[in-house]
């Protein structure tokens, strides 16, 4: 049995299944040389890749040169992008694509400068390159497949596997396509050179060059070229093929001539055989041996709508418009322009795209050339379409699933397979456009696999950043362990030095804090002069206590000049009867003047409720007080901080509650004309005051003035109570400065805020209340309790003091014992004013 080399030898073919036969119609374009357009004004250069795998090197404005690369890229895959003259940028922009769908893709577009500069190409021998260098060269020159599919030429030259066979397709099976049979007529040493360096790359046993029988012209130049090449004869022949459509099929022409059959999904290089087009050959010499990148290729240019159809170098980034135009294109109406051949091309609906790679034809038909595109008809499930397809596919099923939007099932019957050749739809009787179903189907397929990559792709990213995330929190977490042992370990070495000196320093401050608060609240009991040093520092302080002082005794003057038109006629009879008891002598006199002090008393206590705490504002008088009780005693007065505003506070509600208990338990204190004479005499033990009965009408006159008093105090105490509430405080803090000297001493006045004063006016009103109950039941009672103070003032001049119970601190338990006396009293004289009255 004879090998697969000894078959190749002897010119064995094998029979590929389905095909057609069309009409060739060749003739119409292959009887002319291969010849150069004129060069044109603009290109429109597609650059897709920008974006994906590569950049582009240009911007707008720039100079280009013939050549020159205009994209860069590093991908497996990547392909650079030339510019096809010399000229300038003149846009980066969307431009509508060679495509079916005439999608717009990233195009430069260069205006020429008419000068079609190259740029600097280097040229160099095989030998004098390695298999890498070579590679390179292909790869930097761009050149990709010149038989339609486009795939970049360096890949397929650089396989994993072996190679024994390699394929050089002439087939060219479509019809009205013939510039592989000029291109071989014309450049058959040429393109033995590209052979011979795709042979020195993949080292094949044999290779063999695919001709159809329908280019005898074609096999034989190529058949002289191989006599005149350096390859061995026995290595390298040419074998013509029957004519068939499609019989140039990667996978047709490889059954036809091994007899073997590429599986789904697999590529020739699997089974040792790699298969390139005569373009490419062509195009791999220009690159190795000249430097030439990829710019132009031979486009045939065809139909009876051409004037001059032919064969023609075009530019890549040519448009089709700029082509036709050059070779007497006459458009007829409904005038169709198809890329490709009739069986697997496609018609554009904008001329205005470029001229790619993979472009080998241009057809413009007229209407006698091709029919109009018949009404779609229902299938008849004949099977032709079967039978001519040369995948061996089911395209009925195919069809079926494509309509119905079923793309998954339509996957299942091996649609990838498909190569479009357009056989079905040729023979299909109901003139169903199936390829144009099967190209849909791929379509929508191939995008559920790019988004699917992409869903991929992001989980990946995703995972990967949440790992990243994980990782960056345990370094973190791994550095605060390592700073926290770190800062453990400095602590046991030496760090409770430097704690020890941070807290004494801490303490420092606190101390110096604590200074200087005890050096601004001093108190010199001894020294008469430092607190008027003290009180020299706050002039302005003391400027405004004083203008305070002044409003409250003008207030006071106010209220005791009304009061003094109402009771003007009661003073002046007082003020009588005082001067005739003061003249009298021996017990008449002493009950004259125990009448005179009731009435006074009486007088008092009504002017007392009225305005009690503006008599004490007056600084002379506090201080006058002051003296005669302790001239020693000698408080300094300093500057008050908030603290100090906060404590004075305080101690003013204090003494106003305990002014509200003297207040009402005054008048039962002064009931006991025992206890009264005894306190007397133990403030002045020299001077005893003889209490006598006073005469009825003296008495009667008394205890009436007291009632009109009191009266009139209950009157005043109702209205007066905001008086009573801001005169407290300047009485109290005059009480508590008891100084040596009598016009430096400053009364610090401390702020009452609203809950004060709500209380102060609460108590106010209990006491207005009380007095008023007070002097209805026992007019005698408030003469009787000041007597004893008074009288001896009257009776012992040279003491003058204001005896004030509210500057006399008591402590809980007095006041306890004091509130339950005056409730006593109270009641003892309630029942006494009764049984008077009866």
């Known amino acids: ?73 590093a991908g497996f895959i990547y392909l650079p992008v030339h510019a096809p003259t010399s000229g300038t940028v003149v846009a980066i922009e969307q431009h509508d694509s060679n495509h079916p769908s005439s999608l717009p893709v990233l195009s430069c577009i260069i205006e020429a400068d008419g000068h079609d500069t190259w740029c600097e190409l280097t040229s160099n021998q095989i030998e004098q390159l390695s298999k890498a260098d070579i590679l390179a060269k ?26 024994d066979l390699i394929i050089i397709n002439g087939v060219e099976c479509e019809p009205y396509i013939s510039a592989d049979d000029r291109l071989m007529r014309e450049y058959s040493d040429e393109i033995l050179t590209g052979i011979s360096i795709i042979q020195h790359l993949l080292n094949a046993q044999r290779i063999i060059i695919a001709i159809e029988d329908n280019k005898p012209e074609a096999a034989q130049a190529m058949e002289s070229a191989i006599r005149r090449s350096s390859l061995p004869n026995d290595m390298i022949r040419v074998t013509v093929i029957p004519t068939k459509y499609p019989s140039g099929g990667e996978k047709q022409l490889i059954q036809i ?24 050959a062509y195009a791999i010499q220009e690159a190795v041996l000249q430097g030439k990148p990829l710019i132009e290729r031979v486009v045939t240019l065809t139909g009876e709508s051409i004037g001059k159809p032919g064969n023609y170098w075009l530019r890549i980034g040519t448009t ?128 559920t696999a790019e988004e699917k990559l992409q869903a991929e792709k992001a989980k990946i990213r995703f995972e990967t950043r949440l790992q990243r995330l994980e990782d960056e929190k345990n370094a973190r977490e791994e550095k605060s362990k390592q700073a926290a042992a770190k800062r453990q370990a400095n602590m046991k070495s030496g760090d409770k030095d430097a704690v020890a000196a941070a807290m004494a320093r801490i303490a420092a401050k606190k101390a110096q804090a604590a200074e200087g608060i005890t050096a601004d609240t001093a108190v010199t009991t001894s020294d008469n002069d430092a607190p008027k040093a003290a009180i020299d520092s706050t002039s302005a302080k003391k400027t405004a206590v004083n203008a305070a002082i002044e409003r409250a005794k003008a207030k006071k003057a106010a209220f005791a000049a009304q009061s ?3 009771n003007q006629s009661d003073v002046a009879a007082v003020t009588t009867d005082i001067t005739n008891e003061n003249i009298d002598t021996g017990n008449d ?36 007080w002051a003296n005669e009780v302790n001239p020693d005693t000698t408080i300094a007065t300093s500057p008050v901080d908030d603290k100090k505003a906060k404590i004075a506070a305080a101690v003013a509600k204090a003494k106003a509650k305990k002014a509200a208990l003297t207040n009402e338990s005054a008048v039962a204190d002064d009931v006991s004309d025992d206890k009264a004479n005894n306190w007397a005499n133990e403030v002045n033990p020299d001077t005893t005051i003889a209490a006598s009965p006073v005469d009825d009408k003296k008495a009667k006159i008394a205890a009436a003035v007291a009632k009109a008093k009191a009266k009139k105090a209950a009157l005043a105490n109702e209205s007066a109570v905001a008086d009573d509430v801001s005169a ?12 040596a000297s009598q016009t430096d001493t400053t009364i610090a ?20 209340k009380k007095a008023a109950l007070a002097g209805d039941s026992s007019p005698t009672n408030d003469v009787d309790g000041d007597q004893p103070r008074d009288t001896v003032n009257e009776v012992n001049p040279a003491i003058e003091i204001d005896i004030t119970i509210a500057a006399i601190p008591v402590d809980d338990k007095k006041a306890k014992i004091a509130a339950a006396v005056a409730k006593a009293k109270a009641k003892k004289l309630a029942n006494s004013a009764k049984q008077e009255e009866l």
Request: charged share 20%.
């Open 138 to 163: 292909i790869r930097q020159a761009g050149i990709a497949g010149m038989g339609g599919a486009a795939f970049p030429s360096h890949v397929k030259l650089n396989p994993a596997s072996e190679i």
């Open 320 to 447: 089709v418009a700029d082509a036709l135009s050059q070779v007497g294109f006459e458009p007829q109406s409904s005038q169709k322009v198809i890329v490709g051949g009739p069986m697997m091309g496609y018609a554009l609906s904008d001329l205005d795209v470029p001229i790619s790679k993979g472009t080998n034809c241009l057809l413009a038909p007229s209407q006698a050339e091709i029919a109009p595109e018949p009404d779609e008809k229902a299938c008849i499930r004949c099977g032709e379409c079967a039978v001519a397809c040369p995948a061996l596919l089911l395209p009925q099923q195919l069809f079926w699933h494509a309509k119905a939007e079923e793309y998954d099932k339509a996957a299942s019957f091996n649609l990838k397979d498909c190569i479009e050749c357009g056989c079905c739809s040729y023979v299909c009787p109901s003139d169903i456009p199936l390829v144009e179903y099967y190209r849909v189907a791929k379509s929508a397929l191939k995008n």
């Open 728 to 739: 407290d405080q300047p009485r109290d803090t005059a009480n508590e400065v008891n100084s």
């Open 589 to 624: 006199k002493k009950a004259q003047i125990a009448a005179a002090v009731a009435r006074a008393k009486a007088k008092k206590a009504a002017l007392t409720n009225k305005s009690a705490v503006a008599d004490d504002v007056s600084g002379d008088k506090a201080n006058n």
């Open 749 to 768: 006045t401390n702020p009452v805020d609203d809950k004060k004063a709500k209380i102060a006016a609460a108590v106010a009103k209990a006491k207005a």
């Open 257 to 280: 001539i091994t007899g073997k059959e590429v599986p789904s999904g697999a590529i020739p290089a699997q089974l040792g055989i790699v298969m390139h087009n005569v373009g490419t």
């Open 564 to 566: 003094k038109v109402d």
């Open 1 to 73: 049995m004879l090998t697969l080399l000894e078959q190749l030898d002897k010119g064995t073919l094998w029979r590929s299944p389905g095909g057609i036969h069309p009409p060739e119609l060749k003739s119409l374009s292959n009887q002319s040389t291969i010849s150069p357009l004129p060069l044109q004004s603009r290109f429109v250069i597609p650059v897709p890749l920008v974006g994906q795998q590569a950049t582009l090197s240009v911007k707008v404005g720039d100079q280009v040169l013939k050549g020159q690369p205009l994209t860069e890229g």
